[in-house]
């Protein structure tokens, strides 16, 4: 790429936010938070509402890789998020920050395979959380797409390439129950997934995209499959 291209692919304010500080969203590691607008899906329980119809970025490549700049020796790690941050082209930004010393964490729903599978390929990912939204007969319904067959494919390559990383499903308890997620437990199984499956309890916060608020129901954790260690957070 021409140094004019990249600059001008730098320059590109796709990114809605920067969180310049978290010790909580890459375990044991140091690091910010990089917020890309925009998104493949509806999940009605989702509460990036802002960052999901988010038209324009606040901020450039350019000036995430600045920042870096300053942080190097203080962060240990950037935390790609959104939104869903495979709606950008990833590849020349994550080489930059690599280049700076930094690890890099992807938050995806997994949809983008062709954009997941090259950064795996070019070893620019050191950890992976992959939202598992719902089963597949749900999926349509909890996330208002038809992407399960790239999802899936996704969750395949990952097992299939040993990479470090976790599957996570956010659970609001009116739209997934306990046969739901004993099906998503089953299915990580039979694919020979074998790392900590995390569920992660809806948090009310009243600005979800379908306007969702506390569960009517309840989750019986007893009646969950034990296949596999799972962790609610």
Same mark, same amino acid.
């Given at each position: 790429m021409s140094i004019n291209r990249e600059n001008n692919s730098l320059s590109a304010k796709a990114i809605y936010d920067l969180t310049t500080f978290t010790h909580l969203d890459y375990p044991d590691h140091l690091s910010c938070?990089?917020?890309?607008?925009?998104?493949?899906?509806?999940?009605?329980?989702?509460?990036?509402?802002?960052?999901?119809?988010?038209?324009?970025?606040?901020?450039?490549?350019?000036?995430?890789?600045?920042?870096?700049?300053?942080?190097?020796?203080?962060?240990?790690?950037?935390?790609?998020?959104?939104?869903?941050? =495979?709606?950008?082209?990833?590849?020349?930004?994550?080489?930059?920050?690599?280049?700076?010393?930094?690890?890099?964490?992807?938050? =995806?729903?997994?949809?983008?395979?062709?954009?997941?599978?090259?950064?795996?390929?070019?070893?620019?990912?050191?950890?992976?959380?992959?939202?598992?939204?719902?089963?597949?007969?749900?999926?349509?319904?909890? =996330?208002?797409?038809?992407?399960?067959?790239?999802?899936?494919k996704t969750l395949d390559y990952l097992i299939e390439t040993k990479t470090n990383f976790e599957a996570r499903t956010t659970l609001h308890a009116d739209l997934l129950n306990e046969e739901d997620i004993n099906t998503i437990i089953q299915d990580l199984k039979e694919r020979d997934y074998t790392n900590i499956y995390y569920i992660q309890e809806f948090l009310d916060t009243g600005v979800t995209i379908g306007n969702l608020t506390k569960p009517k129901h309840k989750i019986n954790k007893a009646l969950l499959k034990n296949d596999l260690k799972i962790i609610f957070r």
């Open positions: 938070i990089v917020w890309f607008g925009g998104c493949n899906m509806r999940c009605d329980y989702c509460y990036n509402k802002d960052i999901v119809f988010a038209k324009d970025g606040k901020y450039g490549y350019n000036d995430i890789l600045d920042f870096l700049k300053t942080r190097v020796g203080l962060l240990e790690a950037v935390v790609l998020s959104g939104g869903e941050a =495979t709606s950008h082209d990833l590849t020349l930004f994550c080489q930059k920050i690599k280049e700076l010393g930094f690890k890099i964490k992807l938050d =995806t729903n997994g949809t983008n395979f062709k954009q997941i599978k090259e950064l795996l390929d070019l070893n620019l990912l050191d950890y992976v959380a992959l939202d598992y939204k719902a089963p597949q007969s749900k999926f349509t319904q909890i =996330t208002h797409s038809n992407k399960f067959d790239e999802f899936s």
